[in-house]
C-alpha cells in the first residue's frame, strides 16, 4: 500500500514527463477531491496514511485524464471566484483567476451598487452572478449566445441561491436587451481565430465560441463598443487580450467614451479597458 506522500510524489514525477504545469499542486487538488478533504492542505496531516484501491481507482482515472491534458478545474467540477463555488464544465469557459481580479475592479469602482447591469458574454455566470451576490438592489442581466453556457450559468445561479436575481437572455452581443443600464460588463472572446489551435492543450477544452474573437481577436468587443451606446448611460468595463489595449483605446475615444482608463492584471499587463459614456 502506498502512502499520501508517495502517491503524491510519484504522481507529481509523471505529471511533470507528461508536460503538466505545477505537477505536485495539480496531484494534491484531485488527491484532496478523491479524498473529500475541502483543502489540499488538509493531506499535509495526512502524509503517512496508506491509501486503498478504493480511494486509488478514482484518482488513478483522475490522474490519466489530466496527463492527456484534461484542465484540472473541469476534473474537480468546480472553481472558487470571490469567495462562492461555481461549477465548471465544458460548457463554458473555466473562469480565471484575471476575470475575478476584473470583479474586483468593477466592485471596487462602484462605491454604491448601480442601478441596472448587463454582463455580456456571461459563460458560467462568473461575473453576473457574483455582482449579483454583492449588490442586492441592482437588476442584473447576463447574455450569451450559447445555450449550453446559459444552461451551466442557470444551475450556477440555483446552486447560490441567485435564480431570483439574474435574468438570463439567449442572443448575441445587446441584441436581447431592452432599455439603458448604468453598467455594462463583458469578457468577450478575444483570441485571434488563427491563434486558437496554437493554444495550450488544456484551453483547446473550453468551447471554441468562447475563445474566438475574429480575425484580430477584438470584433466582437468591438461591436459591442459601438453598439452600447445606444444602452448606456455609466460604465463600460471590458476585459481584453493583452495587446488589445492601445487599439481598443482609440476605439473608445473614437466612438465618443470619457474616461478612459486601462488597468493591469497580475503580469502587470493592460487587460482591463473601463471607459464612460454620456
Ligand atoms: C471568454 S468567455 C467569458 C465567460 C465568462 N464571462 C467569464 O468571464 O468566465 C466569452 C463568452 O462570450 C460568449 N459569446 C461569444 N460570442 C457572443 C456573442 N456574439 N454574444 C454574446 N455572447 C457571446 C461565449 O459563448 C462565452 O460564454
Redesign the pocket.
Known amino acids: 500500500m502506498k502512502s499520501v506522500l508517495e502517491v503524491i510524489k510519484s504522481t507529481a514525477a509523471y505529471f511533470q514527463k507528461a508536460g503538466v504545469e505545477n505537477a505536485r499542486l495539480n496531484i494534491e487538488h484531485l488527491l484532496a477531491h478523491v479524498l473529500g478533504r475541502k483543502q489540499r492542505m488538509e493531506l499535509y496531516l495526512e502524509f503517512d496514511r496508506p491509501l486503498g484501491e478504493a480511494e486509488l481507482g478514482p484518482l488513478r482515472d483522475l490522474v490519466r485524464r489530466r496527463a492527456a491534458g484534461e484542465p484540472l478545474q473541469h476534473l474537480l467540477g468546480s472553481v472558487d471566484f470571490l469567495g462562492r463555488s461555481f461549477k465548471t464544465d465544458a460548457r ?2 473555466i ?2 483567476p484575471e ?1 475575478e481580479l476584473f470583479a474586483q475592479k468593477i466592485l471596487d469602482r462602484h462605491p454604491s451598487p448601480p442601478a441596472r447591469l448587463a ?6 455566470g ?2 453576473a452572478l457574483s455582482l449579483a451576490g454583492q449588490w442586492g438592489e441592482t437588476e442584473v442581466h447576463a ?4 445555450p449550453a ?1 446559459l444552461a451551466l450559468a442557470a444551475e450556477n445561479a440555483l446552486a447560490l441561491g441567485l435564480q431570483h436575481r439574474v435574468q438570463f437572455h439567449e ?3 445587446l441584441a436581447p436587451l431592452s432599455g439603458v443600464f448604468s453598467l455594462l460588463v463583458a ?4 483570441v485571434p481565430t488563427g491563434a486558437i489551435s496554437g493554444l495550450a492543450r488544456e484551453v483547446q477544452h473550453d ?1 471554441v ?3 474566438d474573437g475574429g480575425p484580430d481577436g477584438s470584433v ?1 468587443i468591438r461591436t459591442l463598443i459601438s453598439d452600447a451606446r445606444a444602452h448606456l448611460q455609466g460604465l463600460l468595463a471590458l ?1 481584453i487580450g493583452h495587446d488589445q489595449s492601445g487599439p481598443l483605446t482609440e476605439a473608445l475615444s473614437g466612438a465618443g467614451y470619457h474616461s478612459i482608463s486601462p488597468e493591469s492584471d497580475y503580469s502587470g499587463r493592460n487587460r482591463f479597458l473601463f471607459a464612460s459614456y454620456g
Open positions: 463554458a469557459l473562469p480565471r476575470t454582463d455580456v458574454g456571461t459563460g458560467s462568473v461575473l447574455v450569451d449566445v450559447s453556457a442572443g448575441s452581443l469578457n468577450l472572446p478575444y468551447p465560441l468562447a475563445l466582437l476585459e
